[in-house]
């Protein structure tokens, strides 16, 4: 008749009430997702609809759908990180800095090559897009760099797994113990 129970705790340490909760929150969040890329989906239509019958001359529709998408992606990203039990937090940070990385240059780029194309025959390409996507790359490159320092985990003494960071903690709650001693 089901499962025996020996104790609450399954062997990944969890409670039969916590990974029900767990489970709840990842579909409940995995539903929203559904949900907001169906209005997206529904939003974009309904623009291209406006633009295409009232100025069918500028096609503005473009901006909204990579300025929405960005959206959309980062919520996206925030239900995989969440499903998939992305730990620590800075490593959280990385992934959503990379995502809306790509995502927002995206719609750089789309504005950059838009605007030219209205304009040529009046100026030169300018690539403006380009500074932003080398700027915040280098950014981008010195956060993974930092990440990797003092977040990557190494083995310790004891055979426990720490960060550096978890190590220089230790090690400065060691000198504090010494001085109050």
Same mark, same amino acid.
């Given at each position: 008749?089901?499962?025996?129970?020996?104790?609450?705790?399954?062997?990944? @340490?969890?409670? +039969?009430?916590? /990974?029900?909760? *767990?489970?709840?929150?990842?579909?409940?969040? $995995? /539903?929203?997702?559904?949900?907001?890329?169906?209005?997206? %989906?529904? !939003? *974009?239509?309904?623009?291209?609809? %406006?633009?295409?019958?009232?100025?069918?001359?500028?096609?503005?529709?473009?901006? #909204?759908?990579? @300025?929405?998408?960005? !959206?959309?992606?980062?919520?996206?990203?925030?239900?995989?990180?969440?499903?998939? @039990?992305?730990?620590?937090?800075?490593?959280?940070?990385? *992934?959503?800095?990379?995502?809306?990385? %790509?995502?927002?240059?995206?719609?750089?780029?789309?504005?950059?090559?838009?605007?030219?194309?209205?304009?040529? !025959?009046?100026?030169?390409?300018?690539?403006?897009?380009?500074? #932003?996507?080398?700027?915040?790359?280098?950014?981008?490159?010195?956060?993974?760099?930092?990440? /990797? @320092?003092?977040?990557?985990?190494?083995?310790? +003494?004891?055979?426990?797994?720490?960060?550096?960071?978890? $190590?220089? *903690?230790?090690? +400065?709650?060691?000198?504090?113990?010494?001085?109050?001693?």
């Amino acid at each position: 008749m089901g499962r025996i129970i020996v104790n609450e705790f399954d062997e990944n @340490g969890f409670s +039969e009430e916590n /990974l029900r909760r *767990i489970a709840a929150l990842k579909i409940k969040f $995995r /539903l929203s997702v559904k949900i907001h890329l169906i209005a997206y %989906i529904f !939003g *974009i239509v309904l623009l291209i609809s %406006i633009n295409v019958l009232f100025s069918p001359l500028i096609l503005w529709f473009i901006y #909204p759908i990579f @300025g929405w998408l960005i !959206g959309l992606m980062m919520h996206l990203t925030a239900y995989i990180v969440y499903a998939k @039990g992305v730990y620590p937090i800075a490593k959280r940070a990385v *992934i959503f800095n990379i995502v809306a990385y %790509i995502f927002v240059n995206l719609l750089l780029f789309v504005i950059n090559s838009y605007t030219d194309a209205l304009l040529i !025959g009046i100026k030169p390409r300018y690539l403006w897009f380009l500074y #932003p996507v080398f700027f915040w790359g280098v950014a981008l490159i010195i956060h993974y760099i930092v990440y /990797l @320092g003092f977040y990557n985990k190494k083995l310790y +003494e004891e055979g426990e797994r720490q960060s550096r960071m978890d $190590r220089a *903690i230790e090690k +400065e709650m060691h000198k504090m113990r010494k001085k109050s001693a």
